[in-house]
Nanobody
């Protein structure tokens, strides 16, 4: 069982920055691809970014160039640096862990990000 705990959400003005953290229970990054998703009120959950177990990354077009996903293997933590934020970035952000070879998927509880003046 993998446990994921997100933190770092909050209220930020348009154009501002926030960094989200996702602390994993143990050293899982060699076996799991780690991702961030978000869900705005009344909308479906959407994928935001992924960092694969080998370290490569990919982003949704809506955040490319503004968000950066990274990880600290020693601290078992994944980050999402969000810059130049827009009101449409407002959502509940979730961390996910997906095993590369097994049908194992885990979610965190989510952290709220609100972009508003």
């Amino acid at each position: 069982q993998v446990q994921l705990v997100e933190s770092g959400g909050g209220l930020v003005q348009p154009g501002g920055s926030l960094r989200l953290s996702c602390a994993a229970s143990g050293n899982i990054f060699t076996s799991y691809d780690m991702g961030w998703y978000r869900q705005a009120p009344g909308k479906q959950r959407e994928w935001v970014a992924v960092i694969f177990s080998r370290g490569s990354t990919n982003y949704a077009d809506s955040v490319k160039g503004r968000f950066t996903i990274s990880r600290n293997d020693a601290e078992n933590t994944v980050y999402l640096q969000m810059n130049s934020q827009k009101p449409e970035d407002t959502a509940l952000y979730y961390c996910s862990a997906n095993h590369r070879y097994a049908d194992l998927h885990y979610w965190g509880q989510g952290t709220q990000v609100t972009v508003s003046s």
